[in-house]
């Protein structure tokens, strides 16, 4: 006789009744989308270039855990708008004192030493307290998270590792302090599921901690020389060999787009919950973007690090554009742009595939105009339809305005380096 119900184990258990379920998963969620808040934000405040790429990785995917959870909840009779409310204010302040966090030691300390480590030890605990029967939904869900929440820790570990080789014994011990401090916190709030007894914080390990700002400035560690106009310092020929490099740098200074979303979306406040779901996953999309041509650059053996890196879109997103204004040149004066035939991202494409003949570069510009395609869909329904009410008109006109502000800007910063060159000259 087959084992019934498909195999599934302890099906007569009691389990948790819908209300407590849908709690639960309201608490571990909120979680998510705080950790995806706090991972673009460091985007920017990190300086080390693996680990900047990498919490774009992580937001986009605790973004999709949280809109996982949100949709099983909706179906477990909360509403949204009780699902998006703040389910503890204990549990709050530990996610802003997080994102205060002033080091990326002690950043990746509270990520991967106690809050990711949390979430895990709270989801086991659900499923070993669920009815396996009844909310199996919620179970595969889980299943499948945790291969994701299992590879960010093995990655968090070794990052973890890194960052201490070089850190001073001093930083060591403030990521220590920090981390004892978060547990604390985590105590008051009851832990992430709210099912532990909750514990007062002492006063001795308090730590006052300095509010997170977004930098007015890119960041970038010290292997890098960087540069706000774009190949201000790269000369190159015009023929198609000059193209094809001019190509894959540019997808390698998509690192500084990448920090311009994260400012969009760290900054921006009151937009619906898809809004910051999307500009989490724009904002990775970019980061593979500029992934896609370090990896061109390091096949054909070129030294990354011997070109200045390109840090003017967050330069101008942070110091120049203002309210809708990032994301319009983005998305519509750039990415709706390109979606033009030619020149535009099919050609580009083309350009690889049939005059360079190069196969990898021509995957990765197959794969960047179809991620284009989504952007401009991202510009259709954040700054046409939101924004300006289904004017397609006006949208654009707000995105030339912006192309006319960038070509003043960038002139000015162009002006500003040849000043700072000729003074690292003498004067000349």
Not at 122 to 139: N, R
Not at 188 to 209: H, K, Q, V
Not at 248 to 271: C, D
Request: net charge negative; glycine share 6%; with cysteine.
């Amino acid at each position: 006789m087959l084992h019934p119900f498909m195999g599934i184990q302890d099906w007569d258990r009691i389990g948790m009744s819908v209300e407590s379920s849908a709690k639960t998963l309201q608490r571990i969620a909120y979680v998510d989308r705080q950790l995806m808040r706090i991972e673009a934000g460091h985007v920017v405040a990190r300086p080390e270039y693996e680990i900047k790429g990498a919490l774009a990785r992580l937001s986009s995917q605790d973004a999709e855990h949280h809109e996982q959870f949100r949709n099983r909840v909706k179906q477990l009779r909360m509403s949204t708008v009780a699902f998006d409310k703040c389910p503890d204010v204990s549990l709050n302040e530990l996610m802003q004192t997080v994102l205060n966090s002033e080091t990326t030691l002690c950043l990746l300390t509270a990520l991967f030493e106690v809050i990711k480590p949390a979430q895990i030890a709270a989801i086991h605990a659900y499923q070993g307290k669920a009815q396996p029967l009844v909310d199996e939904p919620t179970l595969q869900i889980m299943k499948h998270q945790l291969i994701d929440r299992e590879e960010q820790m093995d990655w968090g570990r070794e990052a973890l590792a890194h960052i201490r080789l070089t850190a001073s014994e001093q930083e060591k011990d403030q990521a220590q302090r920090w981390k004892m401090y978060l547990e604390q916190l985590f105590a008051a709030a009851g832990g992430i599921t709210g099912w532990e007894e909750r514990a007062a914080l002492d006063p001795a390990l308090r730590i006052t901690t300095k509010p997170f700002a977004m930098p007015q400035s890119s960041t970038r560690d010290s292997r890098f020389q960087t540069e706000v106009v774009k190949f201000q310092s790269i000369p190159l020929p015009d023929n198609a060999e000059g193209r094809f490099m001019t190509m894959m740098l540019s997808r390698y200074f998509e690192m500084s787009p990448a920090e311009g979303i994260a400012y969009v979306h760290v900054t921006t406040e009151g937009k619906p919950w898809s809004f910051y779901r999307d500009t989490a996953r724009h904002m990775w999309d970019e980061v593979r973007h500029s992934w896609f041509g370090e990896a061109a650059l390091r096949v054909k053996g070129y030294d990354v690090y011997q070109y200045a890196n390109w840090t003017g879109w967050y330069d101008m997103t942070a110091q120049l554009f203002e309210g809708t204004e990032a994301y319009s040149h983005l998305t519509i004066a750039i990415e709706k742009a390109a979606m033009k035939y030619p020149p535009g991202k099919r050609e580009e494409w083309e350009f690889c595939r049939d005059v360079v003949k190069d196969p990898l570069m021509t995957t990765f510009q197959d794969f960047d105009w179809a991620d284009e395609v989504v952007h401009a869909g991202f510009g259709q329904r954040w700054m046409i339809e939101d924004v300006h009410g289904g004017d397609a008109r006006a949208a654009q006109e707000e995105a030339e305005r912006t192309v006319k502000k960038r070509t003043v800007y960038m002139e000015a910063q162009g002006e500003v380096t040849k000043n700072k060159l000729a003074g690292s000259l003498g004067g000349y």
